[in-house]
């Protein structure tokens, strides 16, 4: 079963518009990532959070990590074409420091 | 900076062929792994090393094989080529794993089973 559920699947958005996206996992988690792949090409990292209430924010992109309820949320505000991509949470879960990945939401940025 | 470097870009093979995809990095890192990452899955992990010679297995690693004799290469083996194995294959590279430090992601190996 899949430890890191990420919703929506994919979101169509016009440029401008705010949005938000989720990672859910069903494991306690010891440290939640978000990264940003663009088709064809390699992971980009965006930020990392390890404290349950921590918020980070790079440029547009804000990111929070809700411990109780094992969940981190990435914010866009005021999309842009150069946020369409593909983003990908990843978690530590356990003890043995693996990072385990989520399946991805595609994000569309209609001009 | 080279940071993690995987070769080759692209690859086709036949299927029963076996194949070494590379991967290596120049920061020192200790911790390493490889990633599949195939239409509608996300990444999936493969093998993972916390160091040299000290491997260990992911949620896919059957038909797979590793090995990290140094700390700057984890080669990843294909011993005989399935069209399963069709998939973009990632290797990163940190310095304790995933609980305290960002993974640096390779550019990737697409690689095609016919």
């Known amino acids: 079963s899949q430890e890191l559920e990420q919703s929506p699947q994919s979101l169509i958005v016009q440029e401008g518009k705010n949005l938000t996206i989720n990672c859910t996992s069903s494991k306690t988690l010891y440290g939640l990532y978000w990264y940003k792949q663009k088709y064809g090409e390699g992971l980009i990292f965006l930020m990392m959070l390890q404290k349950g209430g921590e918020e980070k924010s790079h440029e547009k992109i804000t990111a929070k990590l809700d411990e109780k309820k094992q969940q981190s949320s990435l914010h866009i505000t005021a999309s842009q074409p150069s946020h369409a991509g593909i983003y990908l949470c990843g978690a530590v879960t356990g003890a043995n420091s693996k990072l385990t990945f989520g399946k991805g939401i595609t994000l569309s940025v209609r001009p | 900076n080279a940071g993690v470097t995987q070769t080759p870009k692209f690859q086709v093979l036949k299927t029963g062929q076996s194949m070494t995809l590379q991967c290596a990095q120049d920061?020192?890192?200790?911790?390493m792994s490889w990633y599949r990452q195939d239409p509608g899955m996300g990444l999936r992990l493969i093998h993972y090393?916390?160091?040299?010679?000290?491997?260990d297995q992911g949620e896919v690693p059957n038909g797979y094989n590793v090995s990290r004799s140094t700390t700057e290469d984890f080669p990843l083996r294909l011993l005989s080529a399935a069209p399963s194995q069709t998939s973009v294959y990632f290797c990163?590279?940190?310095?304790?794993?995933?609980?305290?430090?960002?993974?640096?992601f390779g550019d990737g190996t697409r690689l095609s089973i016919l």
């Open positions: 990163a590279s940190s310095y304790s794993g995933g609980r305290y430090q960002p993974q640096h």
């Open positions: 090393s916390v160091g040299a010679g000290i491997t």
């Open positions: 920061m020192n890192h200790e911790y």
